[in-house]
């Protein structure tokens, strides 16, 4: 073999242009020789079986499969989240609604926390790692998402204070289910219209579920239903966080608003979109 695995497997992801190739090619490699990613180098070598792994992963990611969706975890906010192709891959502008809610929550000294859609669990379980005296309930319509979410439940300690509930806001008996009201309500519901699914780059479009994306004709279908929702599952002054797609901050705000929420402030991601809505009830 001419060259080392890892120059291999950065060239091969170069060529099918995947975005930080150096970085990925650790990662896929220390996957298949369980090892850390900062340990892989030029001089890693491979088993047959590990290299024949790695060459199948390196396939996926070719086709723009996300790497987390291919090793099957994916940091998020101060920890590792199991996933899979049954939840949304977490992202970094979504820590912006976990950290103020983490600042509301300790500023008010809540104590429960709702949300809704949890898919893999990333925002609901990073809050309550970091708020100790906070139980949390956490929704979702998907079978297998639950399942993902109870994995990571499980694996930061958290199961004696986070509850999975499968539902849906609009599910009729969906308020019966939950039984009371919450200081908090967080949510990163599905936002993207629907004819502009399409035009998403392929690690999105072909690997995220439908259900985590579809927001309706306009993209605002969930807020709809979750603004009324929240009303009648929300505490006496308590707050709820909501995610934002672009250019849709304004509209939120007049659905949330008519519902009768005070709009506290919007809170712009690192590319000034306005990311993370804030309502008092």
């Given amino acids: 073999m001419d060259l080392n695995i890892y120059q291999k497997t950065i060239n091969e992801l170069i060529e099918a242009k ?25 001089s890693t070598k491979l088993t047959d079986e590990q290299l024949n792994k790695l060459c199948a992963m390196i396939d996926e ?14 940091g998020f906010y101060r920890f590792d989240f199991f996933t899979s192709v049954d939840v ?27 949300d809704l859609g949890t898919g893999s669990g990333c925002i609901v379980l990073s809050i309550l790692a970091q708020c100790k005296d906070v139980s949390g309930t956490a929704v979702d319509i998907s079978d297998k998402a639950l399942k993902i979410a109870q994995k990571n439940t499980h694996n930061l300690n958290l199961s004696n204070r986070c509850k999975l509930i499968k539902t849906s806001w609009f ?7 939950l039984q009371k009201k919450y200081d908090i309500i967080v949510s990163n519901p599905p936002y993207i219209p629907t004819e502009d699914i399409k ?20 993209g605002l279908e969930s807020y709809k239903q979750i603004a009324i929702v929240a009303k009648e599952k929300i505490s006496d002054n308590g707050y709820v966080l909501i995610e934002s797609g672009i250019n849709q901050a304004q509209d939120i705000v007049n659905i949330f608003t008519a519902q009768g929420f005070t709009h506290i402030a919007s809170v712009n991601d690192l590319n000034f979109i306005s990311r993370c809505i804030i309502f008092k009830a």
Avoid: Q, Y
């Avoid at 975005?19 to 892989?40: G, H, M, Y």
């Avoid at 970094?92 to 429960?112: G, H, M, Q, S, Y």
């Avoid at 035009?199 to 306009?218: I, Q, S, Y």
């Fill in 199 to 218: 035009t998403l780059e392929p690690e999105v479009k072909n690997f995220d579920p439908l259900l985590a994306l579809d927001g309706g004709k306009d």
């Fill in 171 to 177: 599910d009729a008996d969906f308020e019966s289910k």
């Fill in 61 to 74: 990611r070719k086709k723009h499969k996300p790497l987390d969706k291919i090793v099957g975890v994916k």
């Fill in 88 to 114: 949304l891959s977490p992202r970094p502008d979504t820590e912006i609604l976990v950290e103020e809610a983490i600042k509301i929550i300790k500023e008010n000294n809540f104590k429960t926390l709702l």
């Fill in 18 to 42: 995947i975005p930080s190739p150096r970085l990925e090619a650790r990662i896929l490699i220390a996957k298949v020789s369980n090892t850390d990613a900062n340990c892989v180098s030029a």
